[in-house]
Nanobody, 120 residues
Framework: QVQLVESGGGLVQAGGSLRLSCEAS????????MGWYRQAPGKQRELVAS???????NYADSVRGRFTISRNNVKNTVYLRMNSLKPEDTAVYFC??????????????WGQGTQVTVSS
């Protein structure tokens, strides 16, 4: 069984920073692309940032320049550094990964989510 466990969410004032972490555990072969998504109340889940195994990154326009995604392939962990936070960044943030559970079989996996609340 694979698990993606997020941590690092919380309450922060506008302009502040948070760092989210997501560690994959369980039995698997490797992890391909990883990413962070978020879902605000009443809105659809949206991509925040993604990163390939080789470190190529992609960001939503709304966070580019403020957020930085990174990963440690040895620790099977992906991070999201969030700076200059705005109230509109308030959402539940979900970790996502393409988990290679065995040769030739890749399953897209989600974490349980961590709440980020930015007060004005």
């Amino acid at each position: 069984q694979v698990q993606l466990v997020e941590s690092g969410g919380g309450l922060v004032q506008a302009g502040g920073s948070l760092r989210l972490s997501c560690e994959a555990s369980g039995s698997f072969f490797s992890i391909n692309d990883m990413g962070w998504y978020r879902q605000a109340p009443g809105k659809q889940r949206e991509l925040v940032a993604s990163i390939t195994t080789g470190g190529r990154t992609n960001y939503a326009d709304s966070v580019r320049g403020r957020f930085t995604i990174s990963r440690n392939n040895v620790k099977n962990t992906v991070y999201l550094r969030m700076n200059s936070l705005k109230p509109e960044d308030t959402a539940v943030y979900f970790c996502n990964g393409d988990i290679v559970v065995r040769a030739g079989i890749t399953i897209n996996w989600w974490g349980q989510g961590t709440q980020v609340t930015v007060s004005s």
